[in-house]
């Protein structure tokens, strides 16, 4: 193309500018130039990515040389994406004429870190920040994203949990997470979903640490009767099938957390010597495990776990505060509860209130 300071290749196309041929040929080269960098930019993550995996994999040191061969760009490049994960707060150390070595990831949620932990089929997808990772993936569902994932936040600006309530979210302290599976359930056993992430927080606390959980119907999870684990399940529901094509199910809990907000009742943290990205991977892992296998392999579980079970109780349904005492739970997760009439009802949702012992006077 004549007047171009440099060779521009644009295939079979004529480009002719009515007003000035610089302004076409300029638009071609910013073109080129912009695809230029989204590659580079591209290749950057995908190398940095490249020299993280092998470090994470090498008890060693591997020198920088070594990891230019291997991923097939300079010494310069591999010292650049180094940088940019110390930057990022993983522990890598540098040692002239050994190389680099991985020390740790500084209790890092990371895809990078969670990625090798799991060990079911979900993609994770990690944001330093994010309002809420429910409303992050709802998000990724209405932009087109398919397949099940786990979105993981470092920091949430605007938790949620129940009833429109707020959960507490500071940066680096906590579990804030939301799995997103495809399984095609009724509505009306969104309770089960539920109730299978209370049992597959308590097993990952259980596996991973001395602690004894303990779950409050419907959806928190107790230890020495503090709250320390809260879940939000909603569901896209598909108009013509009426089934929940997707279930999302928000997971957040204390795990480093020493100060709480006033208005912030009753809660305190796990407070265990276990990575947040051991404690994610083995929740994820036993919820996939669980809703894989059905009902049975957890119900008895959750009942042995419960908290409520014998105990009176106070239920709150429709703004109306009743009464009454817990007395079972049903296959799929519902809480058994007999009113003071004597009759006997099975709840699929509602605010619980553990009541009061009464204490007789002497």
Known sequence: MPGAPFPVTVGRARWRCFICKNKSVAFIVLYKKKCEETRGDRMRVKSKSAVLHMLLGSPNYISGQELANRL?????????????????????????RLGYKFLGDNNLVTAEVLTP?????????????????NTEAKRLLNAGYRGNFLVVADEQTAGRGRQGKQFYSPRGTGIYMTVVVHHGRRLQDAVSVTTAAGVAVCRAIEELTDKHPQIKWVNDVYIDDKKICGILTEAVVGMESGLAEAMIIGIGANMQTEEFPPDVENAASLDADVSRADMIAAIADHLWEILDDGYESYIDYYRSHSMLLGKAITFIRDGVTTPAT????DEIGG???????????????????????CTKKS
């Not at 932990?117 to 990772?133: G, K």
């Not at 058994?336 to 509602?350: A, F, K, P, Q, Y």
């Open 117 to 133: 932990r799991l060990h079911c089929p979900l993609e994770p997808i990690y944001y330093a920040t994010v309002d809420s990772t």
């Open 326 to 329: 817990a007395i079972g739970i």
């Open 335 to 357: 809480l058994v509860v007999r009113l003071e009439d004597g009759s006997v009802i099975t709840l699929r949702s509602g605010e619980i209130t553990v009541r009061p012992r």
């Open 72 to 96: 097939g760009v300079s010494r310069q490049t591999v010292g650049k994406c180094v940088q940019q994960l110390r930057e990022e707060g993983y522990k890598i150390e540098a040692t002239q």
